[in-house]
């Protein structure tokens, strides 16, 4: 009886161990990864380049994001960019003059300039205008929109678009200030 349980064990633990070892080779030929990996300061130089359209001058590593010091057109700006994703985490304008045409070009993708202000002795930083967020909203929600509020979350800059629909439902939809990207969508009878 023991030597029956024992190789049954022994059994038990080949099988055990191949498949194991077959998820291990697999994930290698696949190019499986377990975690993210983290974007390279070759890789971030690329993205904010070719995403904004302006002359990367300096990166630097904190903590877990890059902090990008870009110039496009005379006018500096600094991004902040998460290293495990790419994503777009704050773009701040530094320094330089634009003019009204200049501004407008200055987010290729978003097309606003980059504003901060000042709630409540909170700062609030936006690349999208009230505009372009309720453009962005209708895009998702057919209706019409009712109001719009810029809200301010730790760091984190969002915009509260609430539209109303022809069927009387109300929708709420939140914006990413800086990105456009939307957050969330809540629906209210």
Do not use: C
Not at 4 to 21: A, D, E, H, Q, T
Not at 46 to 73: D, F, H, S
Not at 123 to 128: E, F, G, L, R
């Amino acid at each position: 009886m023991r030597k029956k349980n024992w190789l049954f064990m022994l059994f038990f633990s080949l099988i055990l161990i191949s498949v194991l070892l077959f998820f291990i080779d697999l994930q290698r030929w696949t190019g499986s990864k377990t975690r993210a990996e983290a974007l390279s300061i070759p890789e971030a130089r690329q993205l904010v380049e070719q995403r904004y359209k302006g002359e990367v001058t300096k990166i630097r590593q904190v903590n877990n994001q890059y902090v990008i010091e870009m110039e496009r057109a005379d006018i500096k700006y600094e991004v902040k960019l998460g290293m495990d994703d790419g994503e777009i985490l704050a773009f701040t304008k530094k320094s330089g003059a634009q003019d009204e045409a200049t501004a407008n070009q200055s987010l290729p993708q978003l097309n606003q300039p980059s504003v901060t202000t000042e709630e409540k002795g909170k700062k609030q930083q936006t690349a999208i205008t009230e505009k372009a967020a309720a453009e962005i909203a209708l895009q998702e929600v057919n209706g019409t929109v009712d109001d719009i509020d810029l809200e301010t979350t730790g760091d984190t800059s969002y915009y509260l678009v609430e539209i109303e629909t022809a069927a009387d439902k109300e929708a709420l939809v939140q914006i990413h200030a800086i990105t456009g990207k939307i957050i969330s969508i809540t629906w209210d009878d």
